[in-house]
């Protein structure tokens, strides 16, 4: 079974520039998260979908940050412009909805830096 | 504020000692404990989780819980060189969404 792909791995930008990563979950995994870590940090939930439906976006900083999970599937987190301050691993998770006790599969990431 | 607590380390352990690794939290309502391991430069891999008070083995590896305590540990018997990594902390409160901590760095000396 395929584990959560994440693309691009590694993205080098200058700042005010945008930026897009993409996650494609294990096949049947309904929820879906996007975490940050940042170095010598444990991971961040930005959002949790529920299929399509963003059900918790609260630590998303919605000035520059968006996602989207069109068909419930895939999803797209973009950032525009990039700070500095953006630099960080961006970890894709999945789960099953109704897994009980919420284990997550995280993706191999998606390392930013913002020069 | 769900809150997970983990000495950051490094914990040094010799090979083939128990690596003895805490966490403690502050929500009472957390249902589920995880704990990740995360090597250098790769994302977090699920070990276990635990949920109900008391010991849950699995291998070489036993986490514990004690919910009145708000405490969850980490036990890694025999350790080995390959055990070296971050080891996360996380609950899950009811929400499928986890909650980490900042990780303990294990070291383990051949």
């Known amino acids: 079974e395929a584990g959560v792909v994440q693309s691009p791995r590694y993205k080098i930008i200058e700042k005010k520039q945008p930026v897009a990563f993409w996650c494609n979950p294990i096949?049947?995994?309904?929820?879906l998260y996007w975490y940050l870590q940042n170095l010598g940090q444990g991971p961040e939930l930005l959002i949790r979908?529920?299929?399509?439906?963003?059900?918790?976006d609260s630590q998303l900083p919605k000035d520059r940050f968006s996602a989207e999970r069109l068909k419930g599937v895939d999803s797209t987190l973009k950032i525009q412009p990039a700070e500095l301050g953006d630099s960080a691993v961006y970890l894709c998770?999945?789960?099953?909805?109704?897994?009980?006790?919420?284990?997550?599969?995280f993706g191999e990431g998606s390392r930013l830096t913002v020069l | 504020q769900k809150e997970v607590e983990q000495n950051s380390g490094p914990l040094s352990v010799p090979e083939g000692a128990i690596a003895s690794l805490n966490c403690t939290y502050s929500?009472?309502?957390?249902?589920?404990f995880f704990w990740y391991r995360q090597y250098s430069g790769k994302s977090p891999e699920l070990i276990m989780f635990i949920y109900s008070n008391g010991d849950k083995e699995d291998g070489r590896f036993t986490a514990q819980l004690n919910k009145a305590s708000q405490y969850v540990s980490l036990l890694i018997r025999d350790s080995q060189p390959s055990d070296s990594a971050t080891y996360l902390c996380a609950l899950n409160s009811g929400y499928s969404t986890l909650t980490f901590g900042k990780g303990t760095m294990l070291l383990v000396s051949p």
């Open positions: 096949s049947g995994h309904n929820t």
């Open positions: 929500d009472r309502g957390s249902q589920s």
């Open positions: 979908y529920e299929n399509e439906e963003a059900v918790d």
């Open positions: 998770a999945s789960s099953l909805s109704v897994a009980g006790h919420g284990e997550l599969f």
